[in-house]
């Protein structure tokens, strides 16, 4: 009785502090005024990264700590020195204006779970990771499993089988013969420590779904690199430029309509604005760090005379490539910008959006084919598809069948996809 | 005339050598060494499951963790200023020169590196043809063993201490009247003759030498002899009825010779209008290989010949016979026959020798006189400059050099310590008697090695200059490439040292954009322009044509000036009575003398005759070879008077009886990777007369060693065997005019199919359905398309002993077939019916094939011993390149297990190497032998240290195809990027496809035009039309494979 007694008070003591009203919302608005100029959610920033501090330390050293480190530590509370230490010896201001409610919001705050961000996920490393995947080998592990236990059954049932002739052969039943064998091969079997019997099968077991899982999630996954978003040389933000500004894509990308590649802008085309714009109003008098990394690169020299302003020390920069076809797919901007009339972005994803780029799709042979077999080719009006044009309506005037009307006839209109005109076939794209 | 012909690819095929047959069995030479495996000790095939298991863990582990692996991360660096006329992506083209061949050639440059090299098609003069040395010159540019900076004493040095010191010993040497001589392989370049002569104005006792490796100087001679003309006359092929040739291999490595295959090839369309081609050789040239009627001849008796062949004409004619003791002829009135037809196409034949004695060469041009050729298939007044070597000015220099007359010795590309049979002495002289030497080469050779100074030079695709390579043809040479070393061009090097450089480096082109982009321009574009004097636009119009065709001078017939009489009667005299074998030192294709022996395509590429590659050797008649007791790959010594070499020897067929020949350009002694101690060097063997170096060698001893060594050449050809079927059709041009099916009626098989005709096969299917159709009659079998599409596809190089085990990787190969001509005592129709007479009763079927009949007695002809082996000098030959046939039911496709191989809705025979596991599944079942498989990486590996093995040699990499890796298969692809290309130009441009627009690399660089590539549901294309040919067969039809490829039936003039 007083056990229970003492436990149920310290339950309630320990919880006392949760059940007080937290408003994350609140904690929040105080952790962007107070917190965020040294520390980030998920990332370590000049401290340290603050997502599920509580996990860590206690709310009552928590308090302590943020109203006053420096007190804190001459407290001589051990806890508190280290912490300071291992921040390599960075000092946090003092926050006494902070009540401690105000305090236990903003933990609340670090309570709360990511947000998840529209669109694929966004890291700095190639991702290798899918849900669709995970259920599609949960399923063929089980398929493996019950053919396993099959066959077994099968072997097995052969197996007495073949005993029962023998014995037979033999001149006694099969049960004799089994018992002899036994008594003679007990030995052998007798199980020496049943943990390891068990822990041997459970290991197994574990293997025979996890070895095909591994393997086909690894080689489903080597080089594609979906949500890769590294960190550039210059900070180029196409949200600015492509959705703020809404500077047509070709204005840079200019080969993209008429070579393999849409190729990076060479910095000249840069200095076509950037002569004149070096800032935003943020930057005041000064030149953006960004603008000046070009005109480093340039040894840009804005006294020169025109056709000498670009000085001999020129840097090379080096982009970081994001789009990495393997060398033995053929890819050609031209043919699908300017023959198939695709935009930018049903590749590239909402471009005009990212503040960085990320690789949108995941440019597998599966999403290339999906739109191979979905896009229309545009036969009525390039000279080219004349002959192909002609011989589909040809067809589909003599024709009467509705299996083929069904294929080539939608909405009123002669739908061709790449797939229907040999856009499949392997020497299209590799050679 | 088939029916009276067996083919066979040499002589191990033709008498069916049991290991030939063993391994012509097999399409991989070696199996899998599975019998090694199994045979070791520690092996047991008990403990397959645990080899298993541990296999299977690793491979799991390794994906398991190759998954882990972040990926490399990789860099995109676009330009910082982009030049306005580069767009990544984008191949450019240039006109410019070939600085080997002087041809004039287009280059298609991508991101600013020449990545292949054509003939420019719109230049009347050439036609746009380009030999194999033209189309892989360019991967000497990427040589990564070329000299990269100015060499003093052996040691890198800087250009202006290179050049202080030449310009302070020029002026030395100038000042004490001392001789320099400038030594050049023959410039027909104006502007450089020019800078020349600038060189002399700074310094007058400066010569300027010509020399050939390869001499002209016997046609230069004879004609300066016959007309007191010292030029090398225009041929035209195109206008002769009649064309005899005594030893001049004018289809193969003769003067332009590209250019007289397009005119050649030109009359070769059977009809009335065909012309006739008889040839008088000694060995088997590519030449003589493509003769209709082809004599045999040794070359001392040459002259006589000549002299014979005159007086036959003379008497019919009515003119006066030289004045000679003895008649001459060959086997089968050679002569007398040639006479008559010669003289039945009076004024429109030709008569050509390939001999270098002047004496010869006036007999040659006496009977084109008789002949009144001189108005009609001869322009003296148009000369050809690509030669102007003198061997008497050049032999009386390498004594002056050697008694210690000259000072000073500025070579500019020639090689002489290697190519002149007296090089050890000049190598000597360069050491010791002068004061200062220089070359230019532009990578280390034997006569650079013996320099005190290297000043390199830059490749012809880092240059400016300007040409003449015939009197009324000007062409350009431009950069197509910044220079990749610190090089630079011979011509200012001589400005700089003539001290004439400073006025023409004012950088004229001032207007540099808004940019701000930095021309730097080239003192000698500038030199160029001045000695041209043409305004800005008009030389920007040349530069963009790459040629300027002058009026054409009009022929006239010139006057004869020579003692016929005397120089006959001396010739008479001078005939060689020595014993022995005589050898002939022929040039190997392509490699232009050693020029290129450093050029690991050249290396590689089948000698289109003896189909040797990598290697030189002796050929020796079969006549001769049995009387030695000397067997293919036999190790033999040669001995020539004090000179003795060790070469191999092979028995070729068509090699006259008692001659031998040789290939020059190897045994390279100071030389890149690739050519360094390969072979032995002929030149050697040359005999420099006092009038002309002769490269016939008479009673020369040739015997097997005493160890009985052997050498195992790397030789393609029985490479891909095809078993004696009915591969190759031929005919008579007397047969085709009664039947335009002649030699092509073949009982067609019932043809019936397994599969359903395809929809895109039909006609009137709205897809392409690519075809080609090769014209026998007209492939010389010169090979420029195996060299084009080795560049074009990335094919790699894999080496003498890769090509020893049948791995070289040629998407295109010549096969090249003999027949037997003429064999005297063989009554076929007896023989026929002897062989039948044979077959047991019971023998099912009961009658032979005719052909297996042929073959048996062919077999019987070939071991006959009391036939002396002379029939095998008297072979014809018929080339017929072998592709990917692109089969409408294509074998290989129903055999891969993983559908790495599939067939397009164009027609197209798709290799998917992405998806290749390497079962080879698909060469075994190929009735054409076309695929070949990747044994290895031949990238990046040190075992292959060819141009995939370095970064610069990279550089030459077409960025449109893959780089197969290792354990794939791969064939022709009809060149399906340049398809794709082209489809995706006429959708962009909103128009349909036209015939002509897809040409592949093959059918580009194909000088005779034999190949003709298109749509064959184009009712109107060219290839539609050849198709519907009745010469056109499909090799193997009856297997009805339905073959993409059709072949036109060889027809000779006979």
Redesign the interface.
């Known amino acids: 009785m007083l056990k229970t007694l003492s436990l149920i008070f310290i339950l309630s003591f320990s919880f006392t502090p949760v059940i007080a009203q937290e408003n994350a919302e609140n904690g929040k608005a105080l952790f962007e005024t107070n917190c965020v100029s040294c520390h980030k959610l998920d990332k370590p920033s000049i401290g340290p990264k603050l997502r599920k501090i509580r996990s860590k330390y206690e709310d009552e050293w928590l308090l302590k700590w943020i109203k006053n480190n420096v007190e804190f530590r001459k407290s001589g509370d051990e806890r508190a020195i280290t912490t300071y230490e291992e921040n390599n010896q960075a000092a946090m201001n003092i926050f006494a204006n902070l009540t401690d409610a105000d305090v236990l919001d903003i933990l609340a705050y670090t309570d709360t779970e990511p947000e998840v961000a529209e669109g694929p996920a966004v890291s700095s490393e190639p991702t290798f990771f899918n849900n669709y995947t995970k259920y599609l080998l949960m399923i063929v592990a089980l398929v493996l499993l019950i053919t396993f236990l099959i066959l077994f059954r099968i072997f097995k049932e052969l197996r007495t089988l073949r005993r029962k002739q023998e014995a037979e052969a033999n001149g006694v039943t099969y049960e004799q013969a089994a018992q002899s064998w036994w008594s003679k091969n007990k030995e052998k079997f007798i199980i020496v420590n049943p943990t390891i019997t068990v822990l041997a099968g459970v290991t197994g077991f574990a293997a025979l779904i996890f070895v095909p899982w591994f393997f086909w999630f690894g080689i489903n996954k080597v080089g594609v690199q979906q949500g890769y978003a590294p960190e550039q040389p210059i900070a180029y933000s196409h949200k600015l430029h492509a959705g703020e500004l809404g500077i047509d894509c070709q204005y840079c990308h200019s080969t993209a309509s008429y070579s393999k590649s849409a190729s990076i802008p060479s910095l000249n085309t840069c200095m076509n604005c950037h002569k004149g714009v070096q800032g935003t109003e943020a930057d005041g008098d000064n030149i953006n760090p960004e603008i000046a990394k070009i005109y480093a690169a340039l040894d840009y020299n804005p006294e020169g005379k025109p056709g000498e302003q670009y000085g001999p020390n020129r840097k090379a920069v080096k982009w970081v490539r994001i789009h990495n076809l393997p060398d033995l797919a053929y890819f050609n901007h031209s043919q699908h910008v300017k023959v198939g009339g695709l935009q930018c972005q049903e590749c590239h994803g909402p471009i005009q959006d990212m503040e960085k780029v990320y690789q949108f799709s995941s440019l597998q042979m599966g999403w290339c084919i999906d739109c191979h077999r979905s896009k229309k080719i545009d036969v009525e009006n390039n000279n080219y598809y004349e002959k192909l044009h002609a011989s589909v309506k040809k067809k589909l005037n003599s024709v009467d069948s509705a299996e083929y009307k069904k294929q080539y006839f939608k909405d009123g209109k002669i739908v061709i996809t790449p797939s229907m005109n040999g856009g499949l076939e392997c020497a299209k794209c590799h050679y | 005339m088939t029916e009276n012909k067996k083919y066979w690819k040499g002589e191990e095929d033709l008498v069916r050598d049991p290991s030939f047959i063993h391994s012509a069995k097999n399409e991989f030479s070696e199996g899998l060494p599975l019998e090694e495996v199994l045979s070791e000790d520690d092996f047991e095939l008990s403990s397959n499951r645990r080899d298993f298991l541990k296999m299977f863990g690793f491979s799991?582990t390794a994906?398991?963790l190759?998954?882990c692996n972040?990926?490399p991360?990789?860099?995109?660096?676009?330009?910082?200023?982009?030049p306005n006329d580069v767009?990544?992506?984008?191949p450019n083209y240039y006109s410019s020169t070939c600085g080997y061949t002087g041809m004039p050639i287009e280059v298609k440059v991508r991101e600013g590196r020449p990545i292949k090299v054509d003939g420019n098609g719109r230049c009347a003069t050439f036609g746009g043809a380009l030999s194999v040395a033209g189309q892989a010159g360019i991967f000497d540019l990427y040589d990564n063993e070329r000299i990269k900076k100015p060499l003093r004493k052996g040691v890198d040095s800087d250009w202006a201490t290179v050049d202080k010191e030449i310009t302070t010993l020029l002026t030395k040497i100038s000042a004490a009247n001392g001789r320099i001589a400038l030594v050049s392989n023959s410039i027909h370049s104006p502007s450089t003759l020019a800078v020349i002569e600038d060189l002399k104005t700074k310094y007058p006792t400066v010569e300027h030498i010509n020399y050939d490796p390869i001499s002209y100087h016997g046609l230069i001679e004879g004609n300066n002899l016959s007309f007191g003309k010292s030029v090398i006359p225009s041929y035209h092929f195109d206008k002769a009825k009649v064309i005899v040739s005594f030893g001049a291999d004018f289809l193969g490595d003769w003067l332009t010779a590209e250019k007289f295959t397009k005119d050649y090839t030109s009359k070769r369309m059977p009809g009335d209008d065909m012309s006739q081609h008889i040839h008088f050789e000694s060995n088997m040239s590519l030449t003589g290989s493509n003769a209709d009627i082809r004599y045999p001849m040794q070359n001392k008796n040459q002259g006589m010949l000549l002299i014979s062949l005159y007086n036959e004409i003379a008497k019919v004619t009515g003119s006066k016979q030289m004045a000679v003791a003895g008649q001459a002829d060959v086997a089968g009135q050679g002569v007398s026959k040639t006479a008559k037809a010669l003289i039945a196409a009076k004024g429109n034949s030709l008569v050509v020798c390939g001999s270098n004695n002047p004496q010869y060469q006036v007999i040659v041009n006496a009977i084109n006189m008789a002949l009144g050729n001189y108005a009609s298939t001869i322009n003296i007044n148009n000369p050809v400059n690509l030669y102007t070597g003198n061997d008497e000015t050049f032999n009386s220099f390498v004594t002056d050099l050697t008694a210690g007359k000259i000072d000073g010795v500025l070579f500019y590309g020639a090689n002489p310590v290697y190519s002149h049979p007296n090089g050890a002495q000049i190598k000597k002289a360069l050491k010791s008697n002068v004061k200062l030497s220089v070359s230019s080469s532009i990578s280390l050779d034997e006569t650079s090695n013996s320099c005190q100074f290297v000043t390199p030079d830059h490749h012809y695709l880092e240059s400016w200059c300007d040409y003449q390579p015939v009197g009324s043809t000007f062409t350009l040479g431009q950069p197509t490439i910044s220079p990749v070393f610190d090089t630079r061009q011979m011509q200012e090097s001589l400005l700089t040292w003539a001290g004439a450089i400073d006025a023409y480096s004012e950088n004229t082109m001032k207007d540099?954009?808004?940019?701000?982009q930095e021309h730097s321009v080239s003192p000698f574009y500038n030199y160029i322009k001045s000695k041209w004097s043409v305004t800005d636009k008009e030389f920007n119009t040349y530069l963009h044509d790459g040629f300027v065709i002058k009026d054409t001078p009009t022929i006239s017939v010139p006057g004869m000036i020579a003692n016929t009489d005397e120089i006959a009667s001396e010739i008479e005299k001078s005939k060689s009575a020595a014993d022995g074998i005589e050898i002939t030192l022929i040039e190997k294709t392509g490699m232009l003398g050693g020029v290129l022996s450093n050029n690991p395509l050249v290396q590689e590429l089948p000698d289109p005759i003896s189909k040797v590659t990598w290697h030189n050797y002796i050929a020796l008649s079969k006549m001769n070879a049995v009387r030695l007791g000397i067997n293919d790959n036999d190790v033999v010594n040669i001995t020539v008077g004090e000179t003795k070499m060790v070469l191999p020897a092979i028995v070729q067929p068509g090699q006259a009886n008692g001659t031998a020949s040789i290939h020059l350009g190897f045994g390279r002694t100071v030389a890149g990777k690739v050519a360094k101690g390969r072979g032995e060097n002929a030149y050697a063997l040359i005999q420099a007369g006092a009038k002309f170096n002769s490269y016939v060698v008479n009673g020369a001893k040739v015997e097997k060693t005493s160890t009985g060594e052997t050498y195992e050449l790397a030789r393609t050809q029985t490479h891909h065997h095809i078993e004696g079927r009915d591969i190759v059709r031929e005919t008579t041009l007397e047969d085709y005019k009664k039947d335009n099916r002649a030699g092509n009626r073949y009982e067609k098989p019932e043809l019936v199919s397994l599969w359903y005709d395809h929809d895109y096969r039909k006609a009137?299917?709205?897809?392409h359905l690519w075809g080609m159709a090769i014209d026998m009659n007209k492939c010389t079998g010169c090979a420029a398309c195996i060299v084009s599409c080795s560049i074009e596809n990335n094919v790699p190089v894999v080496g003498e002993v890769e090509v020893r085990r049948r791995r070289e990787m040629h998407w295109l190969r010549i096969d090249r077939y003999f027949t037997f001509n003429n064999v005297k005592d063989v009554n076929y129709k007896e023989e026929l019916d002897a062989v039948s007479k044979m077959v047991p009763e019971n023998f099912e079927p009961k009658k032979l094939t005719r052909e297996k009949a042929l073959e048996a007695i062919d077999r019987k002809l070939a071991k006959d011993e009391n036939a002396g082996y002379e029939h095998f000098e008297n072979v014809s030959v018929v080339h017929q390149p072998m592709m990917c046939q692109h089969c409408g039911s294509a074998p290989c496709e129903t055999v891969c297990p993983v559908l790495a191989t599939?067939h397009?809705?164009?027609g197209?025979n798709?290799?998917?190497?992405?998806?290749c596991i390497g079962t080879k599944y698909c060469g075994n079942n190929c009735p054409y032998k076309v695929r070949r498989f990747n044994w290895f990486r031949y990238n990046d590996n040190s075992a292959f240290d060819f141009h995939f093995s370095n970064d610069l040699g990279k550089m030459v990499i077409n960025p449109?195809?893959?780089?197969r890796t290792r354990g794939v298969m791969e064939k022709c692809?009809f060149c399906?990027?340049r398809i794709?290309s082209a489809?995706?130009t006429?959708?962009?441009e909103?128009?349909?496809?036209e015939d002509g627009d897809v040409k592949t690399a093959c059918q580009k660089a194909c000088p005779a035009d034999a190949i003709v590539f298109g749509d064959l549901h184009d009712k109107e294309s060219e290839v539609t039309k050849l198709f519907h040919n009745e010469r056109g067969f499909a090799v193997l039809e009856e297997l009805n494979v339905k073959p993409s490829v059709r072949y036109m039936t060889k027809v000779r003039n006979i």
Request: glycine fraction near 6%.
């Open positions: 799991v994906v398991a190759a998954a972040k990926a991360v990789r860099k995109a660096i676009p330009y910082l200023v982009k767009t990544p992506g984008v540099n954009g808004i940019y701000g009137g299917a709205p897809n599939t397009s809705t164009e197209l798709q290799m998917t190497y992405n998806r449109d195809v893959t780089v692809s399906v990027q794709q489809k995706l006429a959708k962009r909103n128009r349909s496809l």
